[in-house]
């Protein structure tokens, strides 16, 4: 079996800002003005983006992912299930991850189970679910009451599970989600597909994720915040459900950059993957946290962490495994640190952040696929890169 | 009268300061004034419960003078089930029964003005006179109240105070992560009650059967509700009087106490 599998991911982001965007906005979300997206310009990315993701299918790469984010410079999806449409036309062979839909934010959950169901069917059942309930900023975009995002999120994904894998129709009767008749058409081709949940730690998250057995993501956090998520993860599965968790549970979500040697990659890779924490995750504390969106326990570990606010340096930022840039030989290395000692094994990652120019995403997506991949994969299957990872009858 | 009149006036009230069981809901209140006097509740706005200042000592001179804190305001916790602007009118009205209040003076300040007149929508029976001082509950369209959740604590202190050294009774005395969950925690409250809608819509409608003397006291300078929110209240209250209070914004009760009370305590004398 593969050691790690390997999924590209995109946020899409809007990467032109004004040249004084550092000095004139306090936000790269919410209340960013909409003027600073040009549509024309945006037609070009949409594309070039696509492009990018139809190679790494081609390079063989395990999953394509998408992801849903609201009014904001960072990542340019508000419908992720409209991308992943057009990837199924697209790619080819690989799975194709939307991870994830925001599920708290959507007053009719019923249409995330139907679309979901639409692009499995549509893929030949490729798709993998992912669920989110939004970033805090998402609650002011949305206007949605973040007091009750966890329930809404429980409630929808029991919904949507029943929706996909129960005969309909029948009722379902919530708290905050009601309907007289689930039964859904078309239904998914995968029993139900399979679900991810990324996650920055909260111990909600990583219980919900452990509980049903779904892999847990987390996504740009320094390494001992990661290795503690996992730790819980296992101890969870072991003594509260029973099971022992596998590598393929635990993905880790890591801005990666690969070129010919550690000081290329260093040079390289600076301006563009700061553009990420500088620019694009720019966010009004306030919009970050809103009112009941943690529980009190999670902030009260975010707080005294020291997780929040705090401005980190590129090389601070792979010290602490932040990120990943180096040569393949250093990224084999750190990579072999998630297999080897955290027993993490699904990388998830993409070549693009902020104005980083096609070929440098091209070259981190080459020797990704032809000099890391092949260390990770299990010799005595060889990888089909023509091949869809799932045969039709 | 001059605030420092107002001051000697203060020092001689003394408050009962207890925990009640409002239907299993444990209360903590102040309490003060003479019992032969009208009884007075009052309800104050988010992050100001548990506090007894000046302007409830000036009341209590004149008021039998009931100051809880609000369920998820102070040191009263809120349930997890209490969740709508309905729980909390019920939970006034079980309230006022265990301080066997038959009829009283409501006074509500922001938040605490909205479940005022909420209070004296359903219940116009229990409500001797009823004032509103910078009261949220309605819309203004074209004057959206400020977005709390979305400012910063030095924002929401700049905005609420004309004179900062006013806020002096709010700083805490360590600036730790109990504070700020504390903080977190009523902010929850209040976005549990008016993430969204910030207002009742059905309000508007519903004021005219308020039948009880209404004063309206707003802050002039209201950076939070703007004064328009006052004028909207008295154009839909009938039997209600308006007065506006220079020189102060949302917190006249902490900035100007003596005459806030004064214009207060005239309404209800009247």
């Not at chain 1, 800002?17 to 209340?31: G, H, I, N, Q, R």
């Not at chain 2, 605490?112 to 004032?131: N, S």
């Not at chain 2, 074209?142 to 700083?171: C, K, R, T, V, W």
Request: glycine content about 6%; overall charge negative.
């Amino acid at each position: 079996m593969n050691k790690l599998t390997f999924h590209y991911f995109h946020l899409m982001p809007w990467p032109y800002l004004p040249a004084d965007f550092d000095e004139k906005y306090d936000s790269a979300w919410v209340t960013l003005p909409n003027s600073i997206y040009d549509p024309i310009k945006g037609n070009a990315l949409y594309n070039r983006y696509l492009d990018e993701i139809e190679r790494a299918d081609r390079l063989g790469w395990d999953s394509v992912i998408v992801n849903e984010h609201h009014q904001n410079a960072y990542g340019t999806m508000p419908s992720p299930n409209l991308m992943a449409a057009a990837l199924t036309q697209r790619v080819k062979r690989a799975k194709i991850g939307i991870v994830g839909n925001a599920l708290p934010l959507h007053d009719d959950p019923l249409r995330v189970a139907e679309e979901i169901a639409m692009l499995d069917v549509l893929s030949g059942g490729r798709i993998i679910s992912g669920f989110v309930r939004g970033t805090g900023m998402e609650y002011f975009s949305y206007n949605i009451n973040p007091t009750i995002s966890r329930e809404r999120m429980d409630e929808a994904h029991d919904l949507i599970i029943q929706a996909w894998t129960r005969p309909g129709p029948f009722a379902f009767e919530g708290e905050h989600y009601n309907y007289r008749y689930v039964n859904i058409w078309p239904r998914p081709i995968q029993q139900p597909p399979p679900i991810w949940l990324p996650g920055t730690a909260s111990m909600e998250t990583i219980d919900f994720a452990a509980k049903h057995k779904y892999p847990y993501m987390t996504v740009f956090m320094p390494m001992n915040q990661r290795q503690r998520a996992y730790d819980i993860y296992r101890q969870l599965a072991e003594e509260k459900y029973g099971y022992e968790a596998q590598p393929e549970q635990l993905a880790f979500c890591v801005p990666c950059y690969i070129a010919e040697n550690d000081d290329i990659a260093m040079r390289e890779a600076e301006q563009y993957i700061m553009w990420l924490f500088d620019k694009g995750l720019k966010v009004r504390p306030q919009f970050f946290v809103p009112p009941g969106y943690m529980s009190e326990r999670s902030l009260k570990g975010m707080l005294e962490g020291g997780g929040f606010g705090q401005k980190r340096r590129f090389k601070e930022l792979i010290e602490t495994g932040v990120i990943i840039v180096g040569s393949v030989d250093t990224v084999i290395e750190k990579l072999s640190y998630y297999t080897d000692v955290l027993h993490a094994g699904m990388l998830v990652t993409g070549g693009h952040v902020g104005e980083i120019p096609d070929y440098l995403v091209l070259k981190t997506q080459e020797l990704m696929a032809k000099e890391v991949m092949p260390h990770f994969r299990d010799k005595s299957v060889a990888t089909q890169t023509d091949q869809p990872v799932v045969t039709l009858p | 009268m001059k605030s420092d009149e107002a001051s000697d006036i203060a020092v001689s009230v003394d408050k009962v300061e207890r925990t009640l069981n409002v239907r299993g809901i444990q209360t903590h209140i102040f309490e003060a004034g003479s019992p032969a006097t009208a009884p007075l509740l009052y309800l104050h706005g988010t992050f100001l419960g548990n506090l007894w200042l000046e302007f409830h000592n000036i009341l209590a001179q004149n008021f039998h003078v009931f100051a809880p804190d609000i369920p998820g305001f102070g040191l009263t916790e809120r349930p997890n089930w209490m969740r709508d602007m309905s729980d909390y009118i019920l939970y006034l009205h079980d309230l006022l029964d265990t301080l066997g209040l038959r009829k009283t003076i409501i006074v509500g300040h922001s938040i605490g003005g909205w479940m005022a007149a909420e209070f004296a929508i359903w219940y116009p029976e229990r409500v001797d006179k009823l004032v509103l001082s910078n009261a949220a509950g309605i819309r203004v369209k074209g004057s959206p109240i400020a977005n709390l959740f979305a400012m910063s604590p030095q924002e929401i202190a700049m905005a609420s105070f004309d004179n900062l050294a006013a806020a002096m009774p709010l700083m805490p005395k360590e600036f730790n992560t109990d504070y700020l969950l504390s903080q977190y925690r009523q902010l929850t409250t209040l976005a549990t009650l008016a993430w969204n809608p910030t207002y009742d819509p059905t309000l508007e409608r519903r004021l005219e059967r308020i039948n009880s003397p209404t004063l309206i006291v707003w802050g002039q300078n209201d950076r939070l509700i703007p004064q328009v929110y006052g004028e909207t209240l008295h154009r839909l209250i009938d039997h209600s009087e308006l007065i506006q209070l220079e020189g102060t914004g949302h917190m006249p009760m902490f900035e100007k106490p003596a005459e806030w009370c004064s214009i207060i305590r005239e309404f209800l004398h009247k």
